[in-house]
């Protein structure tokens, strides 16, 4: 039974302890797998999984690749084993205590040592620890996994139920993920694929150690003021050998006074004292400063085990009440209202174990990068590795956690006591992270329930949908907040996002909105000028990947978006390929070939997404916060990405970058006038010179002004007005821009582009493109690119993932000269550079 207990006594350890008696060794070699109906065992990778184990032998072809995905479904139908052998030695065997822990299994496993059944495990969420010194022996020891499909199993499931759940985006012919708490989006969403895996997708641990280890280290901040931070350590310990032992807690850098303590049980807690605390901020704001975390845990002078960690000081509110615009919904840290730019992310692979360090590292570098400040990880996909929470808190990047339920109804009944345990393993896991800002219970549930017609659309009786409602209720407005409460009573919950639908004007004025009217509900760009809430936590636009992506899954008869491949990988199956056609031609002219539509496409969905990013700043307090559907990719195919499955940049994540810049600027035509403001993220004001200029696609300039400003700190200004008539005055508004810059000290904070006239009425001209390279040799670094006239979305294009262009699909101003860095050295003859004008039919 586990207690807090009183403090024995306070001491100060001066022996130097040697190595640690715990030991961890990863199980991670000389695995083979096989199908539980075959006698043919092959090596396995762990962690890993059965499709990516089956690719490895070839015998099953790449899912990613043309239209592959529909012929490995079969794999998970059935029941799969991975076996290996570990050694124990005598010297191990003389410990207290011998531990397996496996970090994740995927899903529904059995665990079996020597032939004899010792665990099982039914959430890919949750790891499994399991004492085994009592099952081991000296020597060889085998250990097997039986994983059963997860198909078979959750039928029986479906076939007990008189309802059949409005799983929608589950793709298979029975909607069957709701039983499963396993991610989502391994049974097909209308951005990726249905591959739904097994096996081993997280490391796994051999354990050893004496007498105790440490189970848990919670550091809740107390107090932070200028003057010092006050933090409650609460310890949790698995003791096998009851006695006092020690437990010290130290700044490896001496930043806080140690604190040493003696106690007894399973638990107990001591309060550190950090003296001028330096306080961790977001991108943007500050430096994300954090705090190294020792602690120790002695027998006398033992060293029994030690773990270091990171915390991060500063406080975070989430501030949703009624105000006199509404209902606000907005983030406070360090006491200070700060406007929210992110995305929405998904699991960056459908094989979770093929996510790389080094694929976590590109993420976060491209969202700091790209002035984020907060990522919304979505209700369908899973609890993020370690790495990934580690990464935002060294980044400033503010998570906004969804639980992981989306989009469905859920049976409360049969998985409650399996999501009472996926919580109780996941929070205390992530609440030491400074980065963590929120919990939400699910992804778009609670809208659903009330405005997606559900009732009528599955013919549920009345006590069925009762009944439905009532365990959504329980679980989402019951349960799960008694659980947050008990581990993480200090964060935010709310039991579902969006807090308000987008049906009816007064919906934008309530909490959050996942706005769909673009795209979903086929209304133009223009729309986000319009239908802004108060925070904006999904919406977006389609695009294909780039050609060099494209050419990865299709061969080259496959390279129209009207092929069988090429729509396999489309599954937003009730608009997709239709809309993203019918958006191009109201907006551009017919592109010339396939590789153009792409192009054009990447162009269309930044462009759009601009128009929404901008509004929602230029209407800060209002709206304090813009998260775009999606940030990645987790296959290579048509989505709402701003970043594809190789990781190269689509236009809209260079768009991105310059419409989240801590200072903006931003022009809008409403009521006949031409309004500029000015939007800055900073804590301070700051004096500027802005310049604004009317001019003709061969550089004349037609009207100009400049104005000294004072650019207001953390708030959008109307720095000026004009009519429409009096600055385009006779002007063609085909053939006229109106270019906006912020310059401070000769730095440019922020440069715009205004166009009057859709992209399909201007005349564009040949902008006579002209190229020189900064350094004279065969390979490249940078290249200057000059323009006579106007030239339109310059595209710079190079087949290599890993080369990123410091900007692109850019408009280069007539006579304007710009440089454009790689971040590696690249063969010029490669370097393909074109314009929206060299892409049109005629």
Known sequence: MRRYVNIACLCLLTATAGAQSFQQIELNKDWKFSSTDDTAWRTATVPGTVHTDLMAHHLIPDPYVGMNEKSVQWVDKKNWQYQTTFTVTKDILQHDWLALDFKGLDTYADVYINGDSIASGSNMFIPLKIQIKQKVKAG??????????????????????????????????????????????????????????????????????????????????????????????????????????????????????????????????AVLTIPNPRRWWPNGLGDPYLYKVKVSLYDGKDLLQSRELNIGLRTIEVVNRPDSMGVSFYIKVNGRPVFMKGADYIPLDNFLPRVTSERYHKLFADMKASNFNMVRVWGGGTYEDDRFYDLADENGILVWQDLLFACSTYPTPKILKNVEAELVA??????????????????????????????????????????????????????????????????FYFPSSPISNWGTKEDFTIG??????????????????????????????????????????????????????????????????????????????????????????????????????????????????????????????????????????????????????????SNIVKNGNLKTYLISDEVKDQQAKLEMKLMDFDGKVLWNKSLDVNIAGNKSTLAHEITLNTILQQADTGKVIFYTKVVNSDKILSENVYYFAKTKDLTLPDPEIEISYPVFDTTATGIMITAKKLAKNVYLQYDDPEVQFSDNYFDLLPGQERVIWFNKAVPREKVKVISLRDTFKN
Request: with cysteine; charged share 25%; net charge neutral.
């Open 512 to 665: 959050d909105n996942h706005y769909w009217g673009v795209w979903h509900g086929m209304e133009w760009f223009e729309a986000f000028d319009e239908r802004i809430p108060r925070f904006m936590s999904e919406y977006g636009f389609q695009s294909f990947p780039d050609i060099q992506t494209v050419k990865r899954f299709t061969a080259e008869n496959d390279r129209d978006i009207y092929s069988p491949v090429m729509l396999s990988h489309q599954k937003s199956l009730s608009r997709g390929n239709a809309a993203i056609r019918t958006y191009l031609l109201h907006y551009y002219k017919e592109p010339k070939d396939f590789e153009s539509f792409l192009y054009v496409n990447h162009v269309l969905q930044a462009e759009g997404m601009k128009m929404g990013i901008e509004a929602h700043r230029r209407a800060m307090p209002f709206c304090m916060g813009t998260l775009y559907w999606q940030l990645d990719d987790c296959w290579p195919g048509p989505s709402w990405s701003s970043i594809d499955y190789y990781g190269r940049w689509k236009a809209m994540q260079y768009f991105v970058q310059k419409a989240y810049t801590p200072v903006l600027v």
């Open 426 to 491: 996941n929070i205390p896991r992530l609440r030491n992270h400074p980065s963590l800002a929120l919990w939400c219970g699910n992804n778009e549930i609670g809208v659903a329930i009330d405005h997606w017609g559900w009732k009528e659309g599955y013919g549920y009786t009345g006590k069925q949908w009762a009944d439905m409602k009532a365990g959504y209720d329980e679980l989402f407005k019951v349960q799960i907040p008694k659980i947050i409460r008990q581990y993480d009573a200090d964060r």
């Open 140 to 269: 060889n020891n085998t250990l097997r996994l039986v994983f059963h499909s997860p198909i078979r199993h959750d039928m029986d499931n479906f076939l007990q139920d008189d309802v059949i759940y409005p799983a929608g985006n589950d793709a298979s012919d029975i909607p069957l993920s709701v039983y499963a708490r396993k991610a989502p989006y391994h049974y097909g969403w209308d951005w990726g694929p249905r591959l739904v895996t097994s096996g081993i997708w997280r490391p796994v641990y051999l354990e050893y150690g004496n007498k105790v280890s440490i189970e848990d280290v919670y550091l809740q901040q107390q107090q932070l003021t200028d003057k010092s931070a006050t933090i409650l350590a609460k310890l949790k310990f698995e003791t096998e050998v009851k006695k006092k032992y020690t437990v010290k807690i130290e700044s490896p850098n001496k930043l806080f006074p140690a604190i040493t303590k003696v106690y007894e049980g399973d638990t107990t807690t």
